[in-house]
């Protein structure tokens, strides 16, 4: 890897797994398929009104938060050697259908380089629509766990 990550993940890890919705997911890469609120890959696509059928990405995390009426998701994948970012949201009883899929190439060092300067470049939502640090960094260490997995990362 050509640039230097400098950037930690603070606080007490095992916190994330007191929570019900971490404590349903592995603790490690050993799961790099992560959905929260959503039943898989093909629930992603279907809730989006994406193309069905579409091969599930090698990584991927999924969130899907709608704790009234209102809603808001996230999904950050990685397929055919790159990474994809897709959000959308709603307000009403109607899902997330009108927000459309249109994933958007997602360079993972540019998160990295702005949390080593405090920044984010994907605030990530709990399933609550909270922004809780825990959920964040959550998704730090996923996606950092994915990065360094991926091809070429050596």
């Known amino acids: 890897m050509s640039q230097e990550l400098k950037f930690r993940i603070t606080g007490d890890p095992t916190h994330y797994y007191r929570d019900p919705?971490?404590?349903?997911?592995?603790?490690?890469?050993?799961?790099?398929?992560?959905?929260?609120?959503?039943?898989?890959?093909?629930?992603?696509?279907?809730?989006?009104?994406?193309?069905?059928?579409?091969?599930?990405?090698?990584?991927?995390?999924?969130?899907?938060?709608?704790?009234?009426y209102a809603g808001a998701a996230a999904v950050v994948f990685y397929q055919d050697g790159a990474w994809f970012h897709n959000s959308g949201s709603h307000c009403s009883c109607y899902g997330l259908e009108d927000s459309g899929w249109n994933p958007e190439t997602f360079d993972p060092m540019?998160?990295?380089?702005?949390?080593?300067?405090?920044?984010?470049?994907?605030?990530?939502?709990?399933?609550e629509g909270e922004?809780?640090?825990?959920?964040?960094?959550?998704?730090?260490?996923?996606?950092?766990?994915?990065?360094?997995?991926?091809?070429?990362?050596?």
């Not at 540019?110 to 399933?127: E, G, P, R, V």
């Open 131 to 154: 922004f809780p640090q825990a959920t964040q960094e959550f998704f730090n260490l996923w996606l950092y766990e994915a990065f360094i997995s991926t091809p070429g990362k050596d």
């Open 21 to 68: 919705y971490w404590a349903k997911q592995e603790k490690t890469m050993q799961n790099p398929r992560v959905y929260f609120s959503f039943a898989g890959w093909d629930d992603v696509l279907r809730e989006f009104s994406a193309e069905a059928g579409q091969p599930e990405p090698e990584f991927v995390y999924a969130i899907y938060n709608h704790p009234d």
């Open 110 to 127: 540019d998160h990295f380089m702005a949390l080593s300067q405090n920044k984010l470049i994907l605030a990530i939502q709990d399933t």
